[in-house]
């Protein structure tokens, strides 16, 4: 057998696949396991963050105030943990046998010391498999390796791989070392030679005078032809599109051209897919896929207290161990009340069981009650479950019984699913069941409660970096490779996309010191200088390699460029470049130098805002069965809202936007003033604790109503904004009991739903909706009470202009038929100042009074309601439909016929500005020019 | 040699004599320490700073020897570390020197925040520190803080109700703002959590001292009183006056107030400053009286005492926890990094590695470090062989940012008395020599008694190439901000519709300005968007810093579509996508969606046919198995979004600037994250979108600046540092800029200023604004403003603004706008504080004195400003394609479905089964192969059982299989192989490639290949546990594989004679040979149509 070993190939492989027997490509992975397979040595198979826990248990059993881990790995064990298992790594692989024989500083001394427990724990790395390799081989055994080609200097190569190594026969690959390519009297010859010539120089030292060159014009001049390239763009995606469409007129000779991409190859991958190439199989390794992610969520849910997001998270995440539809009915309940437990979240379940007994109807199924019951318990087990303090941490025991849950459920999957997802079920599972297994050996050690910080870093620890299994490499798909140093042969046409800073730094996290020690041990760690310049050496290959053609894709950026390109630019100029950006907004008609033809852009301006919408003839405008209190307000001030709404039925996601201001505080103070009210027998108010006892009612109430339905008030970082809702709250709940007792109410309803004929004059549209508060005084009047969060001018204002919708509104619903078409009184009470507002002070004294300089009644406010409803509908019946936003002017004409534009003379003024929450904003178009 | 080895050889040669004592610690006596090896070059804007800090770290590298890994250098921004590096490095390879030139990656050149996280990443055991040293974001961290708050508060919640409550009454709309700002001076100041109560305390003192004493009388009552009478008095149809009715409505609403206290103190300070109409103000001085007597009352002194005290004291707890909860962490923020190091420098084991191992320090922007930072470099300094700091002590305009240019001074000036070099660079390269003569004018003026002038001065070194003016004015005569954009806006496109002469910087060469080679500097964000939109009006092409980036249209389309993925429900999400990709008015896609669902058509589906609907579906599967990344860049990538906005784009700059949006939202998804990585969270697409909601820093909803282009770039002054263009219109000169009175500032207590520690004595002062807008009228506002505290704080503030003009006046090259308004400007405008009388031009020529002159112009601007032409935009896109649907490129042979006629010709019985405990027949199965493998590669080894048992051992199998029997089962098969097939080799594990003509390929390992004289032998083991009665069809399964495996051999010209199944632990060999048809899964239709012989 021959194999053909390199740093870079246990990865993407540049060579194109040749039909052959005997002969392998293989990277250090790749190859050690070979020969130990050949070698009859142990494979380690190793489970996530095994060999992590091992080490970090070793350096625990250690540790003593005089190791020089021993602060460090009381603030973070397993990022000590890591760092010198890569230490130690790293020495083995230089040659080291896990002891010193000389005496040596403190931080070698401790790890050698540790490393006595880390022999027999710790499952081997590369550097000690080597090793064993290496000694086998002394031992006499053979395999069935003949040649092995190298594609880096063996000088690249650690010690214990050149160990190895030394045991066989071996050559080097043709394109390792420099030459020169390309034809004659090109740019790309030109540029070979000066990269060559310069790097015979590399051995120069500073200091030395006599070779220094100065600066006298040592950059040769280019002639700009085809066989040099440089791309420039501003964007990764168009530069990586624009090569994908230079490689279709390429598409002939795929064999033997190359794309180097070194990081986030996948853009290229993506718009190869984009311009109908396959893929080239460029991978990115994420931690976070959806899959792997479901035990995560589900272990967060255990905590207190529980924030709606990350609630939502686990209820809209595309798996989870509950069925989608639970999880999805849950979603809207919390995407409304955010919390777990209230009414909405009730209503949700409720309505699933019905559903889940339709569906078992429908099937014949007879065991609905059971299967609901089962479903009932899961939601229980994972949602409503009991929570417990991060700090304090939760019960291990829990902890395992939560992950083995999960397992179960990832079990299940993974044998139901075939394939891309397979690959990824398998692994969440591998992850979940070694959580389990770190926890039991948490718990053997004694530690009978986890604290949520040390679980996330253990579920971060099994929780490796997976490849997305559903993409792969496509057959026919052009050469690539993630490494420039791979490019070891020559090619015709060389594509390096991206070049790029190199995020990596050269450098050893050994005092000098302690390198010398190590050295003077026979761990024969290379000079940092060597390794640069080797490196160096291994980003010329690209471009040496290169004969007809080499592409640069330079991108702009901040961090500098790429070494390699600065010796570029250093050592010539006029390079044929091209700005793919100016190509493509300035019109050009194709990228010049690679051919790729660029076609016109259909420009389609944003819609603008125009304060009318005119449908054509003929599409018809659902009308409302019932409308609401709110559906009103839409039809009468924001017509298209109504529309969007009703009739076009659009909908705000859940995701979308937890209401966390007003809107919520509002509601939470609705619910207490209902849970109050509705509390008290018979409605009667006398009937009150004390004050202390009223107070402690309150608090405890309140903070159970935020935890069932404004659970955002719980986030962290919450804490002075619930308390500054929480105290606003409870003040104006005393305030409403003052203004209350003035007034000498003696009965109070809360949230009284009605459901009336829209007309009392007949049809069948009807109107319905709750009464915040219903009030009777000693008097037996009845008054209306509609509990506001703030606004208190603005309420004010609708009084005295005889526009209180939603208080004429109410006092309809209840003027008939009961009330013997008596109207109620009505007011506001504002939550943030616990204000009254009212036309008059009659029925409370404090009211702050907004009296109108000609009063209505509700009755002729209702009235106007009415016409103006009728006239908002008639318009929208002809095709009409005003859009009041900002942005447009009320006296934009309408394309209506004169009676139908102009409102009615008993109508309500329909001016108002426009609101400041619109779902709908967006599809109201845009000002010019934004 | 390492570089660090040869580094120290050679420091020697070049560098300064080094002082042995540097890593003691100890100051030498009382003099202190020497700083000889300190320069400080002084360098003006425009004089070749960049130049001589490439050329210092050049010398040093060359000429001083200093390996590059010795170098330490800090730089203002990324960038400008970035350029640095790559022009020594340039300079270097120009002269030669490649390895020195690669070599140059090793020095550690950055921010200063980059250069911490190194350093402290080096000495992470020394310093107890985590060695992954996490960099929370600036995000993360204001989050935590306002954890730590809740925390600090949560066991008294009655304190937060108190906080809220004062803050309420002193109209402070954040206390917790107030709090952060005190608890991160604090820390920029290396002030003590323990020192801040103390200091609470004195800033309340210090405030109250300037109020009357309280007195404790029925203040609230007298009000009321006054209030009520006044309600009663005023008489509206006596008086008619709007005024008087506004002011009675007004007494209105405050009554309501007083009669349910708390009263907020504006009420009282605004009812002191309010009147009625003559006719009535008789009844509203008795209000005023009653009202102005809130500075006397005591609890107004209570309330600004403790919301003082308390802000510092919840400050200094909050302050602790949030520590304790970024240390639980394991994270580490900017603040945290400087503070470390700075401990760490103190640490013997540092300073002595350091001062081995460092020969350079290098600070760039040296005025703009901030007092943490001085520290910091100063004791770098003292364990360097020689450090260079390079600055403008004129352009320090940080001071808004925690920067405190004073300190810096008086650092310059202590470095030199203990013997710091100083080198001034004098001459100018930037600007004309008539801008440079009109700037050394102003400012030798402006910086008066600030500044000598040879600190100022700079000698012209370009040529004059036109007489051009080089000032001009622009006088505006409209009457309001957006009046004078529009101004401006018109007055730019004259400008370069006239074909203004400049030089160009790249070529010298002399030619008309263009839009890019102009800006335009404001001073406040609002009025950069007020010039730009002006700008915007006028056609004129225009690049600038935005915010809103997640509101623009581009970015919202993007969300739309992520939302659509996150929740198919979201059918706005969908109308959106649609409204703002078809180019049609709102009526045809709603009509659309009317008849759909008339027609009972489903809501969720609509609009599946639309392109961009149509691709995003398409990626809807995806989700499953991708992360947010890469799930928000297949978004933005793959479903036509650019082309979208390329399309309502109304030109290029726009264009570009929507396609950086793009970009940054996925930068943004980066950086979700790695917010979710560092704080061990879970990142999904839902989360990234809620994340969006709440961005918790202004920074995040930048929109990129496009740096291409040709366009006027407006900017603020700030932003412009660094810059030249070559023509600069000096907008807002007029500007006031508000007092830094009440904002939390940091003054000295007195202490002498020492230069080792130069954080000694640093105070933070708070005096909490109650006056809101009003600056003045009020007796106890007026004593504030003439405090001796007030009066440093505004000639602090006023010599800071002098040097943003500095800043903001030298970025020139060829011309200079000064643009001011018509009307006087106010007595505390920019303007004023240049003390220069002569700053403005009035006519052609400006006599600088001296007999210097100028050439100059002065204009008034008026309204009939006309557009620029909009110029042509017709973009171009890269063809739309149908994607490929190409199959996988790799076949596994053991995947392949087994061949419809094949059978089995022979069957040897190799004897027993091997006896298994366990049926986890995968992980058996390796061990098996394995050890079978090794067998036969290295047969005949006296320890040959041992090996067997570390192998099963090791994959954790020895519980289910014995080594003998297993040993036993390898030794048969090779045995009987050897006797059978006589095979010249044996080879295992034979790896084979077969490319296939539709460009898959079929790759894999031959278990074992016998080479025998009659041709290749095939055999595959199949670690089956089922019985003999199921060989057949268990060797008929795998007929597709050894199938594969005989093509492949085949193809590569290796005729295989025959193929076997090798059952080792139930004993059988069996021979599978087959018919000339086809597979049933036609995987290779195009190779050999045979199949076995
Ligand atoms: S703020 Fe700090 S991290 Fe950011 S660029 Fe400046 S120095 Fe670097």
């Known amino acids: ?930 | 040699m390492s570089a660090r080895e040869r580094g120290r050889s050679h420091a020697g040669d070049g560098a300064p004599p080094r002082d042995a004592s540097r890593a003691d610690g100890s100051p030498r006596g009382r003099a202190g320490r020497d700083f000889s090896h300190v320069l400080f070059i002084s360098a003006g804007a425009g004089s070749g700073k960049t130049y001589r800090l490439t050329e210092e770290l050049e010398h040093a590298l060359v000429r001083d020897r200093v390996a590059p890994a010795r170098v330490i250098g800090t730089t203002f921004t990324v960038k400008a570390a970035a350029e640095l590096r790559e022009r020594v490095r340039q300079r270097l390879i120009e002269r030669g020197f490649i390895a020195l030139a690669e070599q140059t990656a090793q020095a550690l050149i950055g921010t200063v925040h980059s250069v911490s996280e190194r350093l402290l990443r080096r000495f992470a055991f020394e310093l107890g520190l985590s060695p992954e040293l996490s960099v929370a974001s600036i995000e993360d961290c204001a989050g935590f803080f306002n954890q730590a708050l809740d925390e600090t508060l949560a066991p008294d919640p009655a304190a937060a109700r108190r906080m809220n409550a004062v803050a309420w009454r002193l109209g402070i709309d954040d206390w917790r703002g107030d709090v952060k700002t005190i608890a991160d001076r604090a820390r920029e100041n290396a002030v003590s959590p323990d020192a801040l109560a103390a200091m609470g305390r004195r800033s309340a003192d210090d405030m109250l001292a300037h109020f009357p004493k309280p007195e404790d009388r029925d203040w609230d009552g007298a009000l009321f009183t006054a209030v009520q009478t006044a309600l009663d008095e005023i008489d509206l149809d006596v008086d008619t006056t709007n005024g008087t009715r506004g002011y009675y409505e007004w007494l209105k609403g405050a009554i309501y107030g007083l009669r349910r206290p708390p009263v907020p103190w504006s009420l009282w300070i605004t009812a002191s400053k309010s009147s009625a109409r003559a006719k009535s103000d008789h009844i509203a001085a008795r209000v005023r009286e009653a009202a102005a007597a809130y500075d006397r009352h005591p609890q107004l002194h209570a309330d600004l005492r403790e919301y003082v005290e308390q802000s510092y004291s919840i400050a200094a707890r909050a302050l602790a926890r949030f520590q304790e909860i970024k240390t639980e962490r394991g994270l580490i923020d900017f603040g945290d990094m400087e503070q470390r190091l700075l401990a760490a420098l103190d640490e013997p084991h540092v300073r002595e590695r350091l001062a081995g191992e460092l020969d350079l320090l290098l600070v760039d922007e040296f005025q703009d470090t901030n007092p943490m930072q001085l520290a910091i470099f100063m004791k770098l300094a003292a364990l360097a062989g020689k450090a260079i700091f390079v600055g403008d002590v004129k352009q320090a305009i940080y001071g808004f940012r925690g920067c405190d240019p004073e300190l810096v001074h008086d650092t310059l000036a202590a470095l030199v008395e203990r013997g710091g070099q100083v080198d001034v660079l004098e001459r100018s390269w930037r600007s004309r020599p008539a801008l440079v003569e009109y700037v050394n004018h102003v400012f030798v003026h402006a910086f008066a008694g600030e500044l000598e002038r040879r600190q100022v001065e700079l000698r012209p070194q370009r040529t004059e190439r036109t007489d051009a003016p080089a000032v001009l004015r622009w006088t505006t005569t409209a009457g309001n901000r957006a009046g004078r954009a529009v101004q401006l806006a018109g007055a730019i496109a004259r400008l370069v519709a006239s074909g203004f002469p400049i030089v160009d910087p790249d070529t010298d060469e002399t030619r008309p300005v263009r839009w890019g080679d102009v800006a335009v500097l404001a001073a406040s964000n609002d009025s950069v968007e007020e010039i730009a939109k002006a700008l915007r009006a006028a056609q004129v092409p225009m690049k600038m810093t935005l915010s809103g980036l997640l509101t623009v249209p581009e970015i919202a389309i993007a969300k739309a579509a992520l939302r659509r993925l996150a929740d198919p429900a979201d059918t706005i999400a969908t109308a959106e996508i649609v409204s703002m990709t078809s180019g049609l008015p709102a009526e045809a896609w709603l009509e659309d969606r009317l008849r759909r669902l008339e027609n009972g058509g489903d809501g969720e589906s609509w609009a599946a046919d639309h392109p961009i609907v149509a691709r995003l579906e398409a990626l809807r599967p995806s989700i499953g198995t991708q992360s947010p990344v890469e799930i928000v860049a297949r978004v933005l990538n793959t479903i036509g979004l650019r082309e979208a906005a390329t399309g309502f784009s109304q030109n290029a700059i726009k264009a570009a600037q929507r396609h950086k949006n793009l970009d940054a939202l996925l930068d943004l998804a980066v950086e979700y994250e790695r917010h979710c990585d560092a704080q061990h969270l879970a990142a999904t697409l839902t989360g990234f979108l809620f994340w969006l909601e709440n961005p918790h820093s202004p920074e995040l909803d930048l929109q990129p600046v496009v740096t291409s282009g040709d366009a006027v770039h407006v900017l603020t002054y700030h932003k412009a540092k660094g810059l030249e263009w070559p023509v600069v219109v000096a907008a807002d000169l007029h500007f006031t800029w508000p007092t830094r009175l009440w904002d939390v500032r940091i003054e000295r207590d007195g202490t002498p200023f020492d230069v080792e520690r130069p954080l000694a004595g640093r105070l933070i002062r708070y005096w909490p604004n109650v006056f809101g807008k009003h600056s003045t009228g009020m007796p106890v506002l007026d004593a504030l403003c003439e405090s001796a505290e007030a009066r440093a704080c505004n000639a602090q503030s006023e010599r800071e603004n002098r040097r943003l003009a500095y800043v903001g006046l030298t970025r020139a090259r060829d011309a200079l706008v000064l643009a001011v308004p018509g009307r006087d400007a106010k007595q505390d405008a920019w303007i004023r504080t240049f003390h220069c009388a002569e700053l403005l031009p009035a006519g052609d020529r400006l006599d600088l004195g001296g007999g210097k002159t100028i050439p100059t112009r002065a204009e008034v601007l008026d309204d009939d400003a006309e557009g620029a032409e909009p110029r042509p935009f017709a973009p171009r896109r890269l063809p739309e394609r149908a994607p490929a649907d190409a199959p996988r490129e790799g076949v596994y042979p053991s995947g392949l479905p087994p061949l419809e006629r094949a059978h089995v010709a022979e069957r040897i019985d190799l004897g027993a089964r091997i006896p298994l405990r366990g049926d986890d027949m995968t992980t058996i199965g390796t061990a098996l192969h394995g050890a079978i493998a090794a067998h036969l590669v290295n047969p005949g080894r006296a320890d040959a059982l041992e090996r067997v048992r570390q192998l099963l051992a090791a994959a954790g199998v020895d519980p289910f299989v014995d080594a003998e029997h297993v040993l036993a089962a390898a030794e048969r098969f090779r045995a009987v192989v050897a006797e059978r097939f006589a095979p010249r080799r044996v080879l295992v594990e034979y790896p084979i490639v077969h490319r296939l003509a539709d460009g898959r390929v079929v790759r894999g390992s031959i278990d074992v290949l016998l080479e025998t004289a009659r041709g290749l032998v095939v055999i595959d083991h199949k670690s089956s546990p089922r019985p003999k009665s199921a060989w057949t069809d268990d060797a008929l399964e795998h007929s597709g594989q050894l199938d594969a495996y005989r093509r492949a051999l085949e193809a590569a010209g290796r005729p295989v004679a025959e193929c076997w199944i090798h059952f080792p632990v139930s004993g059988g060999l069996l021979r599978v040979t087959g018919e000339a048809e086809r597979p049933a899964a036609d995987f290779a239709s195009a190779t050999q149509p045979d199949l076995f012989a």
């Not at chain 1, 409605?683 to 069932?708: H, K, S």
Request: charged share 25%; proline share 6%.
């Open chain 1, 1 to 930: 057998m021959i194999v053909h070993f390199g740093l870079h190939l246990d990865g993407m492989t540049p060579e194109p696949p040749h039909t052959a027997a005997g002969i392998a490509t293989a990277g250090p992975a790749r190859l050690l396991d070979l020969l130990e397979l050949q070698l009859g040595l142990p494979t380690p198979s190793v489970r996530p963050g095994q060999a992590l826990l091992a080490y970090k248990s070793c350096l625990e059993d250690l540790d003593g105030p005089r190791r020089f881990y021993h602060r460090s790995l009381a603030i973070d064990p397993l990022g000590v943990a890591r760092t010198l298992l890569a230490w130690r790594a790293a020495w083995h692989e230089a040659g080291w046998r896990g002891r010193f024989t000389g005496s040596v500083s403190r931080r070698l001394a401790d790890l050698a010391d540790v490393e006595t427990l880390a022999r027999e724990r710790v499952p081997p790395n590369p550097g000690q498999r080597l090793q064993r390799i290496a000694a086998a081989l002394d031992d006499g055994l053979v395999t069935q390796i003949e040649r092995i080609v190298l594609h880096d200097e063996i000088d690249a190569l650690p010690a214990a791989w050149r160990d190895v190594l030394a045991h066989f026969r071996c050559e080097t690959a043709e394109g390792v070392a420099p030459a020169p390519r390309a034809a004659a009297d090109t740019d790309l010859l030109r540029i070979q030679e000066r990269l060559l010539a310069l790097d015979d120089d590399a051995v120069r030292t500073p200091g030395n005078t006599a070779q220094d060159r100065g600066s006298a014009d040592a950059r040769i001049r280019l002639r700009g032809d085809d066989s040099l390239i440089v791309v420039r763009g501003a964007s990764r995606d168009v530069s990586a599109q624009v090569i994908g469409e230079y490689l279709r007129s390429r598409a002939d000779r795929m064999d033997d051209v190359v794309v180097i991409a070194e990081r986030d190859g996948i853009i290229v991958d993506n718009a190869l897919e984009r311009v109908g190439l396959p893929r080239a199989g460029f991978q990115h390794y994420s931690r976070f896929r959806a899959v792997t992610q479901v035990l995560k969520l589900a272990l967060a849910l255990v905590w207190k207290p529980l924030g709606p997001r990350p609630l939502l998270q686990f209820l809209l995440h595309p798996v989870g161990p509950l069925p989608g539809r639970v999880r999805s009915a849950l979603a809207e309940a919390v995407a409304s009340e955010p919390g777990v437990g209230g009414h909405a979240w009730a209503d949700a379940l409720a309505e699933l069981a019905e559903r889940e007994r339709q569906a078992a109807a429908e099937r014949g199924d007879t065991d609905a009650e059971a299967r609901i019951e089962a479903l009932r318990a899961d939601v229980r087990y994972w949602l409503e479950c009991e929570r417990f303090a991060p700090d304090d941490g939760a019960p291990t025991t829990l902890l395992i019984e939560r992950a083995q849950r999960c397992s179960t459920w990832l079990a299940r999957r993974l044998n139901a699913t075939d394939g891309s997802e397979r690959e990824l079920f398998a692994a969440a599972l591998a992850q979940s069941e070694a959580l389990i297994d770190a926890l039991a050996s948490l718990r053997e050690r004694g530690t009978e409660q986890v604290g949520r910080l040390l679980l996330e870093r253990l579920v971060d620890e099994v929780t490796g970096f997976s490849p997305d299994p559903a993409i792969f490499s496509e057959a026919g798909h052009v050469r690539a490779t993630t490494s420039a140093a791979t490019i070891t042969r020559p090619w015709d046409t060389v594509i390096w996309w991206d070049i790029a800073a190199p995020a990596e730094r050269v450098d050893y996290p050994w005092s000098d010191a302690e390198l010398a020690e190590l050295r003077g041990e026979g761990v024969a760690l290379p000079s940092t200088d060597d390794v640069i310049r080797r490196r160096a050496r291994a980003w010329t290959r690209p471009v040496l390699n290169a004969r007809r053609r080499l592409v640069l894709v330079v991108h702009d950026a901040d961090a500098g460029h790429h070494p390699l390109w600065s010796r570029l630019t250093s050592i010539a100029e006029g390079f044929n470049e091209v700005r793919l950006e100016e190509a493509l907004l300035g019109g050009a008609d194709s990228i010049a130098p690679l051919g790729v033809s660029l076609e016109p852009l259909e420009q389609r301006p944003l819609p603008e805002r125009r304060r009318w919408w005119q449908l054509p003839a003929g599409v018809k405008v659902p009308h409302r069965a019932t409308e609401s209190f709110s559906s009103l307000t839409k039809l009468v001030y924001h017509p298209h809202q109504w529309v969007l709404r009703y009739a076009a039925k659009l909908h705000a996601g859940r995701a979308a936007n937890l209401p966390d201001d007003a809107l919520l505080y509002g509601k939470l103070a609705h619910r207490l003033f209902e849970t109050y009210f509705s509390g008290l027998p018979n409605g009667e108010l006398a009937a009150r604790p004390a004050r202390a006892e009223l107070d402690r009612w309150l608090r405890r109430t309140l903070a159970e109503i935020v935890e069932r339905e404004g659970a955002v008030l719980d986030e962290p970082g919450m804490g002075v904004t619930r308390e500054r809702v929480l105290a606003t709250i409870e003040r104006a709940f005393h305030a409403l009991l003052g203004h209350l007792d003035e007034a000498r109410i003696v009965r109070v309803s809360a949230e009284v739903w009605h459901d009336v004929p829209f007309r009392s004059d007949g049809g069948d549209t009807r109107l319905s909706g709750s009464v915040d508060l219903l009030l009777e005084d000693a008097r037996s009047r009845e008054i209306v009470l509609d509990v506001k969060w703030g606004g208190l001018d603005w309420r004010g204002r609708e009084i005295e202009e005889n526009r209180a919708l939603q208080l004429a509104t109410y006092a309809y619903m209840r003027s008939r038929p009961d009330t013997a078409g008596r109207w109620p009184e009505q007011a506001y009470f504002i939550v943030q100042t616990g204000d009254i507002v009212a036309a008059d002070a009659r029925i409370f004294p404090s009211a702050r009074v907004f009296a109108p300089g000609m009063p209505e009644t509700a009755e002729q406010i209702w009235r106007r309601l009415l016409r103006t409803y009728d006239w908002r509908l008639a318009q929208i019946d002809a095709g009409a439909i005003e859009v009041n936003v900002a942005g447009t002017e009320p006296d934009e004409p309408a394309p209506l016929p004169e009676e139908l534009a102009a409102a009615p003379d008993e109508a309500l003024a329909v001016n108002v500005a426009p609101g400041r929450y619109d779902d709908y904003a967006l599809l109201t178009g845009w000002e010019p020019g934004v």
